[in-house]
């Protein structure tokens, strides 16, 4: 597949930016080239690679251990630490530069 200059125009409307005619000949140029790398590396036999969820291991963990074990470092129980009580709503409110009874005001950031 093919990026054409219609498709690198319109993704820079969406991101909001304003590209020169250098700038999207460039863009174009190395979105396509990027496809093409992707193309070439799916010609690759991978079927004897064997999936993995990380792709390097951290340094200096036990080589010995398979699997998921390896990656155990990676990851914690889901627990509260130090259970300490949230700043006040009407407190964190007195603290905001513009705010009603209820919510912070912020300024409008889109401008379409």
């Known amino acids: ?7 690198v125009s319109y993704v820079a ?3 909001n930016l304003e590209l020169s005619e250098e700038e999207r000949k460039g863009m174009l140029r190395d979105l396509n080239s990027i496809l093409e790398y ?3 590396l ?18 200096g963990v036990d080589q010995s251990k ?11 129980e889901d627990v509260l630490e130090g259970l300490r009580k949230s700043l006040p709503h009407d407190e964190a409110l007195a603290n905001a530069p513009d705010a009603d009874e209820d919510f912070f005001r912020v300024p409008k950031v889109i401008e379409r």
């Open 1 to 7: 597949m093919k990026v054409t200059d219609k498709d």
């Open 13 to 15: 409307e969406l991101a």
């Open 38 to 40: 992707i193309d070439r």
């Open 42 to 59: 799916n010609e690759l036999d991978t079927s004897h690679v064997p999936p993995m969820a990380q792709v390097s291991d951290r340094y």
């Open 66 to 76: 398979q699997g998921s074990d390896r990656f155990a470092y990676a990851s914690r």
